[in-house]
C-alpha cells in the first residue's frame, strides 16, 4: 500500500512485513527516510535532521544548515555538494555534469506499468499492486525525471526503475543512470555478493564494508559468470534465518555496476544499474530512456527470508509463458555424450535408451548444422548437416518422437565463426573495429544486435528452423564475451551505447520469438551460467546452471545460485565419472540427489550403462517425477553451508506445509564424529511427522529444536565421503 501524508510531505510505501519512507525536504528535494521492518505509526519529521558539516558545502548558500553531503537521498545526482557517488550524471551541450534533481508532482497508480522493451516483474491482475510515479525535474539540464516504485501487496519487494524524458528543447547526453540508489543510516554492514569464473559461477561472498566503496560490476556485454547483478546488505549478526538482510536484484543481462559506498559518518549508499563504465546515451529532444528494473527485497529473518521472497517473486511474477507453472520435462542431452562426433543413428540409441529409464526429452546439442565439426566453423549457418544429419532436422525430430521422447535444439544465435556463409556475406554485421581489429572468443564473433535488421535475421532464422521439425525446446547459448565495443552502424558519439542497444535488440528476439511459440520451452545458456540473471528469466523459464556437473563442485554453485534465483530456474544435469570437467568420481546417487534439487537432465550415453545404475536412474526419475511439483514450488531453507564446511542441506516445504523434504549432503566425511542433527524450520509445533524413508515419527518441535537426524541408523555411511539422502517428512496429525 501507498500512501501520501501531505503534511508531513511523506510517502510510506508499506509491504506486509516492511516500510520505505521517501519525504521531500523543502518540498523538493526526494530524500531516502527509512527501510526497515513495518511501521505502524511515523512520528513527525523525527526521521531525518540536516546537519552542518565541516567540508560539506550548501546548494543554497542562504540556508547554511543543510549540505546534500549528508542527506541521504533516493536518487542523488552529482556536484551539487553531494560528493558520493550519483545514480546519474546527464552531459549538457554547455558541458555540466553537476545535476539537482527536485520534486514537481507524482502519481499513485494501481497495478504495475510494464517497461517497454525490458524484462520486468509483472502483475496479472492491478490489484496485486501499486506503483508511486515521483515526476522530478533535473534543473541543470531541465531534464524530466520519473522515479517509478511498485510495491507487492503481499510480498516484501518493491521493484525500481527511472524513465528521463527529454522535454528540454536541447539535446543532451545521459552518461550515468542507474536504476536504483539507497541511502542507509550508519551502522555496521556486510556485502554479499555471488562472484565465480566459467564452471564454478555464484559462489557466496561476504565482505566487511570499510569507509570507501565495495562494488562488483561486468564489462563483459553479458551479466558474466564472473560476477552476478546481486548484492545483499547484511549486519554481522544476520544468519539465514534471522536478521535483518537487503536485496538488491537487477533484471538485467548486460554490463552491470552494483556496490556500496560507506561515507564520511558511516552512512551506507547502495546503487545498482547499467554500467556507465560502458554506457552513454544521446537524447535529443522528444527522446526518453528507460532503465532495467531493480527489485528490492528486505526480511527481518536473514538470508533465507530474502531468497524466499525473491524465489516467490521470480518464479511467479518474472518468468511467464507456458511452463512457468507446469513441471519441466526430464532430459537427456547428448553434449557430453558424443561433443560433436554424432551420427542419427547414435541420437536415436541415445533416445531408445533414455525413453526406456524414463526421461521426456531429447536435446540435440552443439553441431548439427553447416558443417559444424568442432568449434571452429559454422555458427549463423543453421542449416542441417546433412553428413551427420541425412534426414534433416525433421527427420531427426521425427524419429525421436516416434521413440515417444519430445525433441529439442541447440542454438547460439547471436554468434557468428569467421567460417560461415553469413559472415562471408555480412563482414559489418560483427563487433569490430572494421580494419583494426576484432578479437575472436572460441573461434567465434558476436552479431551486432545494435542492428535492427541481424536482429530480424535471427528471428527470421530461429522461426525457420522452428517451423520445419517439431521442436518444443530450445537452448538459447552464448559463447564468449564482448570486446572492442564498435559498431559499423552507429555515429562515433553513439559508440558508447552499444552495449545496452544489444541487450534491447537481444530483448527483442527473445520477447518475438517466445511470443511467436508459446509451446516451445526455451531455456538460458552462457557456456554454462555465464547469463543467469532475472533479465533471462523474463524470457525463458530456466537456465542451464553450470558447465560443471560435477556434483560436489555443483552443489555449491547451486546453493550460491539459490540466493536468489529460484529452483525452478536451475536446470541440472547428472553426468558420467569421471567428471569431464574435474575428473573427480561421485556416486550416481549423489549425482542424481544434487541435479533434482533443480530441472532434472542427463547429459551422458545411457548405452554405456550397466544394469545396476539403469535401475538406480529409473528410480532417481521416478522419485523427482513424483516429487518435482513440490521441489520447484515449496519454501526454501538452507540448512547447512558448503561454503562452511564439507555438508550441505537443504529443506523444502511444500506451500500446504503437507511435504517436507530435507536434502543433505556431505561432500568429505569426518571420522568419529558426532551423529547430525538439522534444525528444521516452520513446521507445525503440536503435529508429528512420520519419515517415509525411515519410518521414525518425531514432534514438529522436536524437529525445530533439536533437529532431525540425517544419519539416523546408517552408521556405515558416518563418515564416507559424497554421501547424499533425500528424506521426505509428512505430518501425521
Ligand atoms: C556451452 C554449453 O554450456 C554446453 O552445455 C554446450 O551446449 C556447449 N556450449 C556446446 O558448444
Known amino acids: 500500500m501507498i500512501t501520501f501524508d501531505c503534511r508531513k510531505q511523506l510517502f510510506h510505501l508499506a509491504t506486509p512485513h516492511s516500510s520505505y519512507l521517501i519525504g521531500l525536504h523543502s518540498g523538493k528535494y526526494v530524500t531516502h527516510l527509512y527501510w526497515g521492518r513495518r511501521l505502524t505509526d511515523i512520528p513527525s519529521g523525527s526521521l531525518y535532521t540536516p546537519g552542518n558539516l565541516a567540508f560539506s558545502p550548501n546548494p543554497d548558500p542562504r540556508n547554511p544548515s543543510y549540505s546534500l553531503d549528508t542527506m541521504p537521498q533516493e536518487y542523488p545526482f552529482a556536484f551539487r555538494t553531494d560528493y558520493r557517488i550519483p545514480a546519474y550524471e546527464v552531459e549538457t551541450a554547455e558541458g555540466c ?36 510515479l515521483l515526476h522530478c525535474r533535473d534543473q541543470i539540464s531541465g531534464l524530466c525525471i ?86 545483499a546488505l547484511v549486519t554481522p549478526e544476520t544468519g539465514e534465518e534471522h536478521g535483518d538482510a537487503f536485496g538488491f536484484s537487477l533484471v538485467y543481462s548486460g554490463n552491470f555496476l552494483a556496490g556500496a559506498e560507506t561515507d564520511q559518518l558511516g552512512s551506507v549508499r547502495i546503487f545498482l544499474g547499467v554500467n556507465p563504465n560502458t554506457f552513454s546515451w544521446g537524447l535529443v529532444s522528444g527522446d526518453s530512456f528507460q532503465t532495467p528494473e531493480a527489485v528490492l527485497v528486505y526480511s527481518a529473518h536473514g538470508l533465507g527470508g530474502m531468497s524466499r521472497i525473491y524465489h516467490r517473486l521470480y518464479r511467479t511474477r518474472l518468468c511467464r509463458g507456458r511452463y512457468r507453472d507446469t513441471p519441466r520435462p526430464v532430459l537427456i542431452n547428448n553434449w557430453e555424450a558424443t561433443y560433436f562426433q554424432f551420427t542419427q543413428d547414435k541420437l536415436i540409441s541415445i533416445a531408445n535408451q533414455a525413453k526406456k529409464l524414463g526421461m521426456e526429452l531429447m536435446v540435440l546439442d552443439d ?31 521425427r524419429q525421436v518422437t516416434a521413440v515417444g521422447l519430445h525433441f529439442g535444439l541447440w542454438m547460439e544465435p547471436e554468434m557468428v565463426s569467421a567460417d560461415s556463409n553469413l559472415f562471408r556475406t555480412h563482414p559489418d554485421w560483427v563487433i569490430q573495429i572494421p580494419e583494426k581489429c576484432r578479437s575472436e572468443g572460441r573461434n567465434q564473433l558476436i552479431l551486432d544486435l545494435s542492428r535492427d535488421e541481424v536482429c ?61 511459440y508459446p509451446e516451445v520451452l526455451f531455456e538460458g545458456c552462457s557456456g554454462g551460467g555465464g547469463r543467469f540473471d532475472p533479465g533471462m528469466l523474463f524470457y525463458m523459464p530456466q ?50 540427489d544434487v541435479a533434482s534439487l533443480g530441472v532434472l537432465g542427463y547429459e551422458l550415453d545411457p548405452n554405456t550403462l550397466g544394469d545396476i545404475e539403469q535401475d538406480e536412474i529409473k528410480r532417481q526419475i521416478e522419485q523427482h517425477l513424483k516429487l518435482r511439483r513440490i521441489i520447484l514450488s515449496a519454501d526454501l531453507y538452507r540448512l547447512a553451508s558448503p561454503f562452511e564446511g564439507d555438508e550441505a542441506a537443504f529443506q523444502f516445504l511444500s506451500e500446504d506445509k503437507s511435504v517436507c ?4 549432503f556431505r561432500l568429505r566425511g569426518t571420522i568419529s ?61
Open 543 to 592: 537456465i542451464w546452471t553450470s558447465d560443471n556437473t560435477d556434483a560436489a563442485d555443483r552443489i555449491r554453485i547451486q546453493y550460491g545460485t539459490s540466493l536468489v534465483y529460484p529452483v525452478s530456474s536451475m536446470t541440472a544435469h547428472v553426468s558420467a565419472v569421471p567428471n569431464h570437467q574435474t575428473g573427480r568420481v561421485t556416486p550416481l546417487s549423489m549425482r542424481g
Open 97 to 132: 555534469f553537476a545535476g539537482e534533481l527536485q520534486y514537481e508532482r507524482h502519481e499513485i497508480l494501481t497495478g504495475k506499468p510494464p517497461l517497454p522493451g525490458l524484462p520486468a516483474t509483472y502483475v496479472e491482475n492491478h490489484e496485486e499492486a501499486q506503483t508511486l
Open 146 to 231: 520519473v522515479l517509478s516504485y511498485t510495491v507487492f501487496n503481499s510480498l516484501d519487494a518493491i521493484a525500481r526503475s527511472v524513465r528521463f524524458v527529454n522535454d528540454s528543447g536541447r539535446q543532451v547526453v545521459l552518461r550515468r543512470a542507474l536504476s536504483a540508489s539507497v541511502d542507509l543510516p550508519a551502522a555496521k554492514y556486510e556485502m554479499i555478493t555471488l562472484p565465480g569464473a566459467w564452471g564454478r559461477e555464484r559462489h557466496v561472498q561476504r565482505t566487511e564494508l570499510f569507509q570507501g566503496t565495495c562494488s562488483i560490476e561486468s564489462r563483459r556485454g553479458a551479466s558474466s559468470h564472473q560476477q552476478n547483478p546481486f548484492l
Open 673 to 733: 564424529a558426532f551423529p547430525r542433527k538439522l534444525r528444521l524450520h516452520a513446521l507445525d509445533h503440536a503435529s508429528t511427522y512420520r519419515c517415509l524413508e525411515t519410518g521414525q515419527v518425531y514432534g514438529g518441535s522436536e524437529l525445530m529444536f533439536s533437529g532431525f537426524p540425517v544419519q539416523g541408523s546408517q552408521a556405515s555411511n558416518g563418515f564416507s565421503d559424497f554421501y547424499s539422502h533425500i528424506f521426505t517428512l509428512k505430518p501425521e496429525t
Open 456 to 516: 530480424n535475421y535471427i528471428i527470421n532464422t530461429v522461426s525457420n528452423v522452428l517451423d520445419q521439425a517439431p521442436i518444443s525446446y530450445i537452448k538459447w547459448d552464448m559463447n564468449r564475451h564482448m570486446t572492442e565495443y564498435y559498431s559499423t552502424s552507429l555515429p562515433p558519439q553513439r559508440q558508447k551505447e552499444l552495449g545496452h542497444r544489444y541487450m534491447l535488440g537481444l530483448y527483442r528476439i527473445l520477447e518475438t520469438l517466445t511470443a511467436r
Open 661 to 664: 523434504l530435507i536434502a543433505y
Open 367 to 397: 553441431g548439427w548444422f553447416g558443417h559444424r565439426d568442432d568449434d571452429t566453423s559454422s555458427l549463423g549457418d543453421w542449416v542441417p548437416y546433412r553428413k551427420k544429419l541425412p534426414e534433416g532436422l525433421d527427420g531427426l525430430a
